[in-house]
């Protein structure tokens, strides 16, 4: 999970920006004159984000052939009942996001599935899907990987992983995020290769070997490769886009067992450089492979919108439907998972905090559990979106 700096344009992003008054109040103030888009949020003050019934959010998308779910990988959810109601209620699919390398493994022999089999038997318990997050990343690796793991044991050190890891949740994961992240363009490498010790000590085979190690182990989970920074009409995005889609012909030219790709979706809120033809167009490249896509990690950074929460919840919510609405028309994409579920939990609080102090407000429910118009916003786009 790695978020992308790059800050989007969505015309919609503004609408329905509460009263003339309030706008009139804005107007005085800094946040207007950085936007500088009074007259866009003027006339886009009514949107509506109307909702028919109450029905939680994954039966919504299970009507159209989609699943939802989220991630809920801190300790909370052992915890607090009040998280673990909200899951059962909105969430087809839980994914525990902390099957990670350096929550795993605290000595180079040890691992420590105490976490990850609690979340295996909860999601039995209450009939979730679950997917694995991830078993290949070039960061969360422990503190004694820099000084244990080099070009002769790294291959070694891998295959151990995956085969202890998948092999342990074998005929239990909807799917894994097998490699994630490894696309970074402004590392200068050919390709558009990210810089890691994977890439150093196993060369770029590494994201195959690992596809079909986890395959032979878990030969019935959906496959997927993962990555952030796609979303936007801006250089540094596009040509990410570009070498993701180099990465993704590759591998499927050469065999191997990949199955989806998942899109991270971490947005920025006042972002403003949203192109919705450019993503169909890259969605529609990936489909056209025979690889279905995920939304993997959806949230939405409120970080430098507004104060006031009226107004910040309705550019959030405008945000959500504006990009699921485009992503949702390509049938290739089978699900949408958010990245945490209530504002009470989200990594967001910690590592991309408001400079007001206020809480960040990110995601489908607030602190309290209880809906709010970006739940409103994902629900509308499952309503809207065509059937798979």
């Known amino acids: 999970m790695k978020i992308n700096h790059l800050l989007t344009r969505r015309r919609a992003l503004y609408l329905g920006l509460g009263s003339l008054a309030s706008i009139g109040t804005l107007a005085t103030g800094k946040w207007i004159s950085d936007w500088q888009d009074n007259q866009v949020i003027a006339a886009n003050q009514n949107r509506s984000f109307h909702v028919v019934g109450s029905t939680p959010l994954k039966e919504r998308a299970a009507k159209k052939g989609l699943i939802y779910g989220a991630d809920c990988g801190s300790l909370e959810l052992q915890s607090q009942t009040e998280l673990q109601a909200a899951v059962i209620q909105e969430c087809a699919m839980l994914v525990p996001g902390f099957l990670k390398w350096d929550m795993l493994r605290p000595q180079p022999n040890t691992f420590d599935f105490t976490r990850g089999d609690w979340y295996m038997n909860f999601a039995q318990k209450n009939q979730l899907l679950t997917r694995g997050h991830t078993l290949v990343w070039y960061e969360s690796l422990p503190r004694w990987f820099k000084e244990t793991v080099n070009k002769q044991n790294a291959r070694q050190f891998l295959e151990e992983h995956i085969k202890r890891v998948a092999g342990r949740y074998a005929g239990k994961m909807h799917s894994w995020d097998v490699v994630n992240e490894a696309i970074n363009v402004p590392d200068g490498l050919a390709n558009g290769w990210r810089k890691s010790p994977w890439?150093?000590?196993?060369?770029?085979?590494?994201?195959?070997?690992?596809?079909?190690?986890?395959?032979?182990?878990?030969?019935?989970?959906?496959?997927?490769?993962?990555?952030?920074?796609?979303?936007?009409?801006?250089?540094?995005?596009?040509?990410?886009?570009?070498?993701?889609l180099k990465l993704?012909?590759?591998?499927?030219?050469?065999?191997?067992?990949?199955?989806?790709?998942?899109?991270?979706?971490?947005?920025?809120a006042h972002e403003t450089r949203f192109n919705p033809q450019k993503l169909r167009n890259f969605f529609r490249d990936i489909a056209s492979l025979g690889l279905k896509i995920m939304i993997t990690e959806l949230d939405v950074i409120d970080r430098k919108l507004p104060q006031d929460i009226d107004i910040r919840d309705r550019i959030v919510a405008s945000v959500y439907e504006d990009y699921l609405s485009v992503a949702l028309d390509e049938k290739a994409v089978i699900a949408v998972i958010t990245w945490g579920l209530s504002d009470r939990y989200t990594w967001l609080s910690e590592f991309y905090p408001r400079a007001d102090k206020f809480p960040v407000r990110p995601l489908p429910l607030d602190n309290k559990m209880q809906r709010k118009l970006a739940w409103n916003a994902i629900a509308r786009a499952f309503d809207h979106a065509p059937k798979r």
């Open 248 to 268: 993704l012909e590759r591998l499927k030219s050469q065999g191997t067992p990949i199955h989806a790709f998942g899109m991270q979706s971490h947005l920025s």
């Open 199 to 244: 890439l150093e000590f196993l060369g770029t085979d590494y994201i195959d070997l690992a596809f079909r190690l986890t395959a032979e182990v878990d030969p019935q989970a959906l496959l997927v490769y993962n990555d952030y920074g796609l979303d936007y009409d801006t250089p540094e995005d596009e040509a990410k886009r570009t070498a993701v």
